[in-house]
């Protein structure tokens, strides 16, 4: 079946632009997370939804960042006024939620890499 | 939070010979540990799983193991393959139910 899809793969920016990702993660999976990876460092959580509860944000990197999640499936991770150190893979994943969501595999997008000139 | 640790960053190994890839954590509450494996282009990608009640778990080629007391984790791959180049992520679920992730680990397999 279809995995989640990440849009668009590659995004160069100005600086001071801002730019919306989007992801659409697996149908039927209730958790949805975005992850930022920069060269050569791990995978850095950003947000995390999961069905109608309040995000848990608390991995945003400041307040430019921000993320929704319409009706429950796609989601857009919005940057205001970027700047070079925003470039980085971001990635988005989603799980089904069995009681803990953490205990649910994650399934990843093959992500947005964006480059802030 | 936890924080959790990859070593070596970088492993070369031939064809045929086993690689294994290390990592420590620091919550003792950490209960979930998954690896991933990204190819170059595309995102991770489960490989296999580990819960802190069970010691070693195999699938095919590849195994976990995790020490508990030490609070650490590999991740081993027997006769290696071509296909098996990538980085390989650790990870760990701490007593803040976030998954924290190690920053990778670029394995090499020679032909």
């Known amino acids: 079946g279809a995995g989640v899809s990440q849009s668009p793969s590659n995004k160069v920016t100005e600086k001071g632009k801002d730019v919306e990702l989007r992801c659409d993660p697996i149908?039927?999976?209730?958790?949805l997370y975005w992850y930022r990876q920069s060269l050569g460092q791990g995978l850095e959580f950003l947000i995390y939804?999961?069905?109608?509860?309040?995000?848990?944000k608390s991995g945003l990197p400041s307040d430019r960042f921000s993320a929704e999640r319409t009706g429950g499936s796609v989601s857009t991770l919005t940057i205001q006024r970027t700047q070079q150190e925003d470039s980085a893979v971001y990635l988005c994943?989603?799980?089904?939620?069995?009681?803990?969501?953490?205990?649910?595999?994650?399934?990843f997008g093959n992500g947005t890499r964006l480059t802030v000139t | 939070g936890e924080n959790v640790e990859q070593h070596p960053s970088t492993l070369s190994v031939q064809e045929g010979d086993s690689a294994v890839i290390k990592c420590t954590y620091s919550?003792?509450?950490?209960?979930?540990f998954p690896w991933y494996k990204q190819e170059l282009g595309k995102g991770p990608q489960l490989i296999i799983d580990?819960?802190?009640?069970?010691g070693e778990k195999k699938d095919q080629r590849i195994a976990v193991t995790l020490n508990k007391t030490a609070k650490h984790f590999s991740l081993h791959i027997t006769e290696t393959q071509p296909e098996d180049s990538a980085v390989y992520f650790c990870?760990?679920?701490?007593?803040?139910?976030?998954?924290?992730f190690g920053k990778g680990n670029q394995v090499v397999v020679i032909p």
């Open positions: 994943a989603s799980s089904l939620s069995r009681g803990n969501p953490y205990n649910s595999p994650l399934h």
């Open positions: 149908s039927g999976h209730t958790a």
């Open positions: 939804f999961q069905g109608n509860s309040a995000p848990d």
């Open positions: 919550d003792s509450a950490s209960n979930y």
């Open positions: 580990i819960r802190s009640n069970v």
């Open positions: 990870a760990a679920k701490g007593g803040n139910n976030r998954l924290a």
